[in-house]
């Protein structure tokens, strides 16, 4: 049964860090990219964050610079290291699995690329 959990969310001032992790389990993790989404309750749920097998990374522009996804397969756990926090970082951040073992992952790659999805975490950044 594969499982996606998330945590270290929380509640910063601007300009402030946090770290989330995504702990995973019951599949093959070193296989699978993975991505880091968030949504708020006025927006779509929008890819921030994607990292391939590989390891190559990709970012959402309104991140580039102040956030960096990255994996530790011998803990099977996907993080996200998010620095110079702005109030508009405050959403439910998502970590997801990729359908298919051949899929590269891109921060713009849609919901329906990724099958297995985390409960999220909330972030709040305050002015």
């Known amino acids: 049964q594969v499982q996606l959990l998330e945590s270290g969310g929380g509640s910063v001032q601007a300009g402030g860090s946090l770290r989330l992790s995504c702990a995973a389990s019951?599949?093959?993790?070193?296989?699978?990219?993975m991505a880091w989404f968030r949504q708020t309750p006025e927006n779509e749920r929008e890819g921030v964050a994607a990292?391939?097998?590989?390891?190559?990374?990709s970012y959402a522009d309104s991140v580039k610079g102040r956030f960096t996804i990255s994996k530790d397969n011998a803990k099977n756990t996907l993080y996200l290291e998010m620095n110079s926090l702005k109030p508009e970082d405050t959403a439910m951040y998502y970590c997801?699995?990729?359908?298919?073992?051949?899929?590269?992952?891109?921060?713009?790659?849609?919901?329906?690329?990724?099958?297995?999805w985390g409960q999220g975490t909330q972030v709040t950044v305050s002015s």
């Open positions: 990292i391939n097998v590989d390891g190559s990374t």
């Open positions: 019951g599949y093959d993790y070193v296989n699978y990219c």
């Open positions: 997801a699995r990729a359908r298919s073992t051949w899929y590269r992952c891109s921060y713009r790659a849609g919901e329906g690329n990724y099958e297995y």
